[in-house]
């Protein structure tokens, strides 16, 4: 047994270990965070649109569903493996799989049409009022939802309703009829360009043109105002384009830092169905799962860091009950 091989599985243990106290301590707070975050935003007092306020309540509740799918009903009983064995009594892993990435799929890609949504309301002025508006949130929400749905129905067909409780991307037991076909490739491929590699080159895309477009907004602003350097602490467009950009770039710089070692991992371990195996070793797609999880938990911070309002609001709700009770009392 060679020395690099003994150093992995070291750290393969050890991260192991790590699992079981990160995984359940994750898991509370990321549904705490989240379901703050829905309450805060659904009063609508937090000086944002409906329009983003709809995204942004739907990114938590689709982060709240991927927690509980993944984490709480996957992760943590692989992570205590040895008090889960009930697990391979429950015929329902087929229909778990479908909840569980079709969550993944709905957070993922809500992400990407949030980044669009911004990037439409910040380089396409004419376009700006016809689609920045509650209605085409709530119709791209629910055509996501439920292609995500669709999308994901055919796991019932190529899973079992057995469990198989090891730490890898297919938690089910696959039935042999289909492991062994080329459709079980092609279909794996087509899972993970769609999500996440898809919406990871996307995003940088939408980035980039935002990136490109306010620089250029922002040197004929300053020409227009007769400006040579620096903005106008006055100028309500600018803080408005600033305060949307900071917000656009802080989500998905998140969505894009978490994801990227998920992502890496499946595309270069997808080579070995080429004929051109990359040896990567396990810990990597473990550390990959914990910090996709992790994204699922960021985005109530995002909030606060970013808007004032909600920082506001999330202040307000916590000192409520403590007010109230001072009343009573006095």
């Known amino acids: 047994m060679s020395l690099g091989f003994l150093i992995k599985l070291k750290i393969l243990w050890a991260i192991t270990a790590l699992q079981k106290i990160y995984y359940p301590v994750l898991a509370t707070f990321s549904v705490l965070v989240n379901v703050i975050a829905i309450v805060v935003l659904v009063r609508g007092k937090c000086g944002l649109s409906k329009c983003v306020t709809h995204f942004l309540v739907a990114m938590a509740g689709a982060d709240l569903l991927v927690i509980i799918f993944d984490l ?26 479908v909840m569980l990435y079709a969550a993944t799929d709905c957070s993922v890609w809500f992400t990407v049409m949030f980044t669009f949504d911004r990037f439409v309301a910040i380089c396409c002025q004419k376009l700006r009022s016809k689609h920045c508006t ?11 939802t439920v292609l995500s749905c669709l999308k994901n129905i055919f796991w019932c067909f190529l899973y079992s309703s057995s469990y198989w409780l090891s730490n890898t991307p297919w938690f089910c037991s696959v039935m042999y009829a289909v492991i062994t076909s080329i459709a079980w490739t092609i279909v794996e491929l087509m899972h993970y360009i769609i999500t996440p ?55 998905s710089g998140n969505f894009i830092t978490l994801w990227m070692v998920f992502i890496a991992y499946s595309v270069l371990k997808r080579f070995d169905y080429l004929g051109y195996p990359v040896p990567l070793p396990t810990f990597v797609n473990e550390i990959g799962f914990m910090l996709q999880l992790l994204s699922c938990a960021t985005n109530t911070f995002i909030y606060a860091v970013t808007q004032r309002k909600f920082r506001e609001e999330l202040k307000n709700g916590v000192m409520y009950p403590f007010i109230k009770l001072v009343k009573i009392i006095c």
Request: include cysteine; proline fraction near 4%.
């Open 72 to 97: 709480i009903l996957r992760q943590i009983p692989i992570a205590y493996r040895e008090d889960f064995f009930f697990l391979n009594f429950v015929s329902l892993c087929n229909i778990h799989a």
């Open 134 to 144: 509650k209605k085409t949130a709530c119709v791209v929400l629910g055509t996501v």
């Open 197 to 251: 590699f898809i919406p990871f080159v996307l995003i940088l895309v939408l980035n980039a043109l935002t990136v490109k477009n306010i620089i250029l907004a922002n040197r004929a602003r300053r020409r227009l105002l007769g400006q040579s350097t620096g903005d106008s602490p006055s100028d309500p467009e600018m803080g408005s384009r600033r305060k949307s950009m900071i917000l656009l770039f802080v989500i």
